[in-house]
C-alpha cells in the first residue's frame, strides 16, 4: 500500500508506506518522486544545494536540511509532504546564513565585484565567448582601428596607464610597441584604399577633386585633396584622397605637384572634370592650375571648369566682414552677455527680470565662439529677443554699465537679417548627406540677388554695409554662374526655365545676353560629350622647365572658332533659331583654351551637319509623272514617305533640346534627382552621362564641421611631428571606414617600420 506525497503545487508521487525514513534522498524542489525508487537506493544529488546542507533524521517522517555553516535546521520532509530545495538556495544565494556572509567577505579579492559568494551554477558545455581563443593579432588590428577613428596618439601604447587598463582586461595580451602599432595602421589604410581604388576605377563618369588647405605651426603646409564622383547605382560619393605635406602654401608648383600626385595616385589622369579650390588661394596658383587642368582635362569646356573658390569660405568671409562692420556694437553685445554669464547672482537677476517682463522668447543667452561665425549669430538673435531684459538690468545691477543703446539694438536686428542670409545658404554643408550640385544654384542666386538690392537700398546703413559684400561675391558669382546653371539645368524641375526667371531679377533688361551664354555653354558642353563616342586626337605633352604644355597638330578651319585665351568667353557658334541673339560678353570668365582642341570637336560638329545632310537627301522631290493616276500601288507608299520624313526630324533633335522641351517636373520636397536619372538614362544615355558628371561638382571644399569655421585650419604639434605617410594613413583612414567610402575586402596588406 502506497501514500501519495505532494510535491510543488500539483504534482504527486508515490513512496511506499513500509520504507524507512532514512533511506529518502534529497531531490530538487522540482524534480518529483519516482515511484520506481527502490526503498534502499540513494538517488544521486542533483542540487548544488547539497553542497552547503545535510539531511538528518529527525523522526518518523521527518527528515530535516541542517545548515553546514550557521547549523540552522530546515524543513525539507514532513511526513508525505517535501518541501523542496528553494528556501535553502536563498539562505544561501541572498546572504542569510551569517557565517557564510562573513566568510564571503573576507575572501572578496579585486576578480570580482559581488558582496555574497553565489553558489556556482552548472551549465551545460555551450558555443559562448569562454571558448573563443584569444587572438593577439585581432587585439592589435582593434587597437590600430580606434587610433584611427579617435584621433588617438599613436603613443597610446606605450602610456602606462593604458597598459594598466589593457592588462587588467586581457593578462595574456602583449603590449605592442609604437613601431608596431603604427605598422598596423598603415597597413590598414593601405588595405583600404586598394578597395577604394577599385571601387573608383569602375566609375563610369568623371572625378571633381576639391582643395583644401592646411597649415601648422611651423608654417609647412597641408593640402587635403577629395573626391566626389557619382557610381554606376547613381550614388554620389565624397570621400578624402590625399593628404600631401607642401613647404609653403604659396607655392603654385607646390599645389600643382600635389594635384599632379593625386590623378597619377588614383589613375585620374583622363577622368577630371573640375576643380575647386580653397579661398585662400591666389591668382598666380589659380592661373598655374587653370594651365594644369586644361593638359589634364582638354575636352572638358577647354579646361574652363576650374571653380575659383569655396562656397563656405566665401560666405564665412562675408560674415566675418559684416560682423566687422558693426564690430563695437556687437562687442557691447558680448559684454552684456558675458557679465550675465559669468556670474550667478547675476544670472538669477536676469532670469527673474525676464519672468516679470514675461519676455516670449524661449531662447537663451550663451557666449559665442568666435571660431565659428554661427555661434555669434545665434548669439545675437538670442540677444535681440532678450533686449527688453538688457535695458532694465542696469536698474537692478548699478554694475552694469555697457548696455547697448536702441540704435545699436536695431544695427544689430539689420545684421542679422544679412547674417540670416548667409546662414541659411550654407546651411545645406552641413547636412549629413552632401548635396548634389543642382541644390546650390538657388542659395547662390539668392545671396546675389538679395545684395544687389540691398547695395540700392535707400537707408544709408544698409547700403553702406551690403555693398562691400557685393563688390566681393560679385567675383564668385561671374566666376561660378555658369557652372552653377549648368548644374540647375539638370534638375528636370527647373531646366533653363529658372535659370530665365532668376537672371531676369538680378540682370534686368540685360537678361537675355546672360542667358545665352548658359544656353550656348550648356550645348556646347554637350557637344563635347557627343565627341567623346568618336576617337580622340593623339595629345602628346611635353614637360619645359618643370611645366606641362600641351602639343597636337594645329586645327583646319571648322565649324567651332577657338578665341583667344583673354578675349572670349565662349567660343563662337552660329546662332540656332528661336535663341536670343548674342551680346558683348565680359571678359575674364572662362578662359578660351588651346587653339590645338578645336579639331576634335569639329568632328562632332561635321558629322551632325553630315546628319542633316543626309536628311535632307531622303527629302521626296518633285519628279514628273507619267502615270495620271495620284495613288500609287496600295494608296499608303505616300504615307510611308511622310512618316519617314516625320521620323527623321524627330531623330535629328538633340537629346539635350529633348529634354529642355519636355514639360517641368512637379517640384516637391524631397525630390530624388540622382534616382530620376537613374530611371532615365535608357531614353537619355548621352545627356545623363553628363548630367552624372555635372551634379557630382562639388562647390564647397570643407567638411559639415568645418563649414562656419572663420579661420584656416591648423595641423596639431603631435600630427605634424609625424610621418608623411602616417600622417596621411591616419587621416585618409579615419575618412574612409567612418563614412564607409571603401568595401571591405579579404586582402591583408603590412607595413614594416
Known amino acids: 500500500m502506497v501514500l501519495p506525497v505532494k510535491q510543488g503545487e500539483m504534482e504527486t508521487a508515490t513512496i511506499p508506506v513500509t520504507m524507512p525514513v532514512t533511506p529518502i534522498t534529497p531531490t530538487d524542489n522540482n524534480e518529483p518522486l519516482s515511484s520506481e525508487v527502490q526503498p534502499n537506493k540513494r538517488r544521486r544529488k542533483k542540487s548544488i544545494v547539497w553542497d552547503h546542507f545535510t539531511v538528518e533524521t529527525v523522526g518518523d517522517g521527518c527528515i530535516r536540511a541542517c545548515c553546514n555553516h550557521c547549523k540552522k535546521s530546515f524543513a525539507y520532509i514532513s511526513g508525505s509532504k517535501l518541501a523542496g530545495t528553494s528556501h535553502l538556495k536563498r539562505h544561501i544565494a541572498l546572504g542569510i546564513c551569517p557565517v557564510s556572509r562573513n566568510r564571503n567577505q573576507q575572501t572578496l579579492d579585486s576578480k570580482t565585484s559581488n558582496a555574497t559568494d553565489e553558489p556556482k551554477k552548472r551549465y551545460r558545455a555551450t558555443p559562448g565567448y569562454a571558448n573563443i581563443p584569444f587572438n593577439q593579432e585581432r587585439c592589435n588590428h582593434e587597437i590600430a582601428k580606434m587610433i584611427i577613428l579617435h584621433e588617438y596618439p599613436i603613443h597610446i601604447v606605450e602610456h602606462p596607464g593604458f597598459i594598466d587598463f589593457v592588462k587588467t582586461l586581457q593578462p595574456q595580451f602583449n603590449m605592442v610597441s609604437f613601431n608596431t602599432i603604427q605598422g598596423d595602421c598603415v597597413a590598414m589604410y593601405l588595405k583600404e584604399k586598394q578597395s577604394l581604388l577599385t571601387f573608383i576605377s569602375k566609375i563610369p563618369g568623371r572625378v571633381s577633386l576639391t582643395l583644401d588647405l592646411c597649415i601648422s605651426n611651423q608654417t609647412v603646409g597641408y593640402v587635403f585633396l577629395t573626391g566626389q564622383y557619382i557610381d554606376s547605382?547613381?550614388?554620389?560619393?565624397?570621400?578624402?584622397?590625399?593628404?600631401?605635406?607642401?613647404?609653403?602654401?604659396?607655392?603654385?608648383?607646390?599645389?600643382?605637384?600635389?594635384?599632379?600626385?593625386?590623378?597619377?595616385?588614383?589613375?585620374?589622369?583622363?577622368?577630371?572634370?573640375?576643380?575647386?579650390?580653397?579661398?585662400?588661394?591666389?591668382?598666380?596658383?589659380?592661373?598655374?592650375?587653370?594651365?594644369?587642368?586644361?593638359?589634364?582635362?582638354?575636352?572638358?569646356?577647354?579646361?574652363?571648369?576650374?571653380?575659383?573658390?569655396?562656397?563656405?569660405?566665401?560666405?564665412?568671409?562675408?560674415?566675418?566682414?559684416?560682423?566687422?562692420?558693426?564690430?563695437?556694437?556687437?562687442?557691447?553685445?558680448?559684454?552684456?552677455?558675458?557679465?550675465?554669464?559669468?556670474?550667478?547672482?547675476?544670472?538669477?537677476?536676469?532670469?527673474?527680470?525676464?519672468?516679470?517682463?514675461?519676455?516670449?522668447?524661449?531662447?537663451?543667452?550663451?557666449?559665442?565662439?568666435?571660431?565659428?561665425?554661427?555661434?555669434?549669430?545665434?548669439?545675437?538673435?538670442?540677444?535681440?529677443?532678450?533686449?527688453?531684459?538688457?535695458?532694465?538690468?542696469?536698474?537692478?545691477?548699478?554694475?552694469?554699465?555697457?548696455?547697448?543703446?536702441?540704435?545699436?539694438?536695431?544695427?544689430?536686428?539689420?545684421?542679422?537679417?544679412?547674417?540670416?542670409?548667409?546662414?541659411?545658404?550654407?546651411?545645406?554643408?552641413?547636412?549629413?548627406?552632401?548635396?548634389?550640385?543642382?541644390?546650390?544654384?538657388?542659395?547662390?542666386?539668392?545671396?546675389?540677388?538679395?545684395?544687389?538690392?540691398?547695395?540700392?537700398?535707400?537707408?544709408?546703413?544698409?547700403?553702406?554695409?551690403?555693398?562691400?559684400?557685393?563688390?566681393?561675391?560679385?567675383?564668385?558669382?561671374?566666376?561660378?554662374?555658369?557652372?552653377?546653371?549648368?548644374?540647375?539645368?539638370?534638375?528636370?524641375?527647373?531646366?533653363?526655365?529658372?535659370?530665365?526667371?532668376?537672371?531676369?531679377?538680378?540682370?534686368?533688361?540685360?537678361?537675355?545676353?546672360?542667358?545665352?551664354?548658359?544656353?550656348?555653354?550648356?550645348?556646347?558642353?554637350?557637344?563635347?560629350?557627343?565627341?567623346?563616342?568618336?576617337?580622340?586626337?593623339?595629345?602628346?605633352?611635353?614637360?619645359?622647365?618643370?611645366?606641362?604644355?600641351?602639343?597636337?597638330?594645329?586645327?583646319?578651319?571648322?565649324?567651332?572658332?577657338?578665341?583667344?585665351?583673354?578675349?572670349?568667353?565662349?567660343?563662337?557658334?552660329?546662332?540656332?533659331?528661336?535663341?536670343?541673339?548674342?551680346?558683348?560678353?565680359?571678359?575674364?570668365?572662362?578662359?578660351?583654351?588651346?587653339?590645338?582642341?578645336?579639331?576634335?570637336?569639329?568632328?562632332?560638329?561635321?558629322?551632325?551637319?553630315?546628319?542633316?545632310?543626309?536628311?535632307?537627301?531622303?527629302?521626296?522631290?518633285?519628279?514628273?509623272?507619267?502615270?495620271?493616276?495620284?495613288?500609287?500601288?496600295?494608296?499608303?507608299?505616300?504615307?510611308?514617305?511622310?512618316?519617314?520624313?516625320?521620323?527623321?526630324?524627330?531623330?535629328?533633335?538633340?537629346?539635350?533640346?529633348?529634354?529642355?522641351?519636355?514639360?517641368?517636373?512637379?517640384?516637391?520636397?524631397?525630390?530624388?534627382?540622382?534616382?530620376?536619372?537613374?530611371l532615365n538614362q535608357t531614353k537619355y544615355p548621352t545627356l545623363s552621362r553628363m548630367a552624372s558628371d555635372i551634379l557630382s561638382i562639388p562647390f564647397s571644399t570643407v567638411g559639415p564641421d568645418s563649414v562656419f569655421d572663420t579661420h584656416r585650419k591648423k595641423m596639431d604639434n603631435y600630427r605634424s611631428s609625424l610621418r608623411p605617410v602616417t600622417l596621411e594613413a591616419l587621416i585618409c583612414a579615419k575618412d574612409w571606414l567612418q563614412y564607409g567610402a571603401s568595401q571591405s575586402t579579404n586582402a591583408s596588406v603590412r607595413m614594416e617600420f
Open 233 to 678: 547605382e547613381w550614388n554620389l560619393h565624397r570621400c578624402l584622397l590625399n593628404v600631401v605635406m607642401v613647404p609653403s602654401l604659396d607655392s603654385d608648383s607646390a599645389l600643382q605637384q600635389a594635384v599632379v600626385s593625386c590623378l597619377s595616385d588614383w589613375h585620374l589622369e583622363n577622368r577630371l572634370f573640375t576643380l575647386t579650390l580653397d579661398q585662400f588661394t591666389n591668382e598666380n596658383i589659380n592661373g598655374s592650375l587653370r594651365a594644369l587642368f586644361s593638359v589634364r582635362n582638354p575636352y572638358m569646356f577647354h579646361g574652363q571648369l576650374l571653380v575659383g573658390n569655396c562656397f563656405a569660405r566665401v560666405i564665412s568671409l562675408l560674415a566675418q566682414e559684416v560682423l566687422w562692420a558693426v564690430g563695437e556694437t556687437v562687442k557691447k553685445i558680448r559684454e552684456s552677455v558675458k557679465f550675465v554669464k559669468t556670474s550667478d547672482t547675476h544670472e538669477e537677476t536676469f532670469f527673474h527680470l525676464r519672468e516679470q517682463l514675461k519676455v516670449p522668447s524661449m531662447k537663451d543667452i550663451f557666449i559665442d565662439d568666435q571660431a565659428k561665425w554661427n555661434t555669434t549669430y545665434d548669439m545675437l538673435v538670442a540677444a535681440c529677443e532678450l533686449k527688453q531684459v538688457f535695458l532694465c538690468l542696469e536698474t537692478s545691477i548699478p554694475d552694469y554699465n555697457i548696455a547697448p543703446s536702441m540704435d545699436d539694438w536695431k544695427q544689430v536686428e539689420i545684421l542679422c537679417r544679412y547674417l540670416k542670409l548667409f546662414f541659411d545658404a550654407v546651411s545645406i554643408l552641413s547636412a549629413p548627406t552632401y548635396p548634389t550640385a543642382s541644390a546650390f544654384y538657388h542659395e547662390v542666386s539668392k545671396v546675389q540677388l538679395e545684395l544687389t538690392h540691398a547695395a540700392m537700398n535707400n537707408d544709408p546703413f544698409i547700403s553702406n554695409l551690403t555693398k562691400p559684400l557685393k563688390e566681393k561675391f560679385d567675383r564668385y558669382w561671374s566666376d561660378c554662374f555658369l557652372v552653377l546653371a549648368v548644374a540647375v539645368i539638370m534638375d528636370p524641375r527647373f531646366k533653363m526655365k529658372l535659370v530665365e526667371f532668376s537672371f531676369s531679377r538680378i540682370y534686368g533688361e540685360d537678361a537675355g545676353m546672360w542667358i545665352k551664354i548658359v544656353d550656348d555653354g550648356i550645348h556646347e558642353l554637350y557637344l563635347e560629350y557627343i565627341a567623346q563616342a568618336l576617337s580622340p586626337p593623339e595629345t602628346f605633352v611635353e614637360e619645359r622647365n618643370g611645366g606641362l604644355i600641351p602639343k597636337t597638330e594645329p586645327p583646319e578651319e571648322g565649324y567651332l572658332l577657338e578665341a583667344p585665351p583673354e578675349e572670349g568667353y565662349l567660343q563662337e557658334r552660329p546662332p540656332r533659331e528661336g535663341y536670343l541673339q548674342e551680346g558683348p560678353p565680359e571678359e575674364g570668365y572662362l578662359q578660351g583654351g588651346p587653339p590645338q582642341e578645336v579639331s576634335y570637336q569639329e568632328v562632332a560638329h561635321q558629322e551632325i551637319a553630315l546628319q542633316e545632310i543626309s536628311h535632307q537627301e531622303i527629302a521626296p522631290q518633285e519628279i514628273p509623272s507619267l502615270d495620271p493616276l495620284i495613288s500609287i500601288g496600295d494608296g499608303l507608299s505616300d504615307f510611308e514617305v511622310y512618316i519617314s520624313e516625320i521620323s527623321g526630324s524627330q531623330l535629328m533633335k538633340s537629346e539635350l533640346d529633348q529634354y529642355l522641351e519636355e514639360s517641368l517636373l512637379p517640384r516637391i520636397q524631397d525630390f530624388d534627382i540622382l534616382g530620376w536619372w537613374k
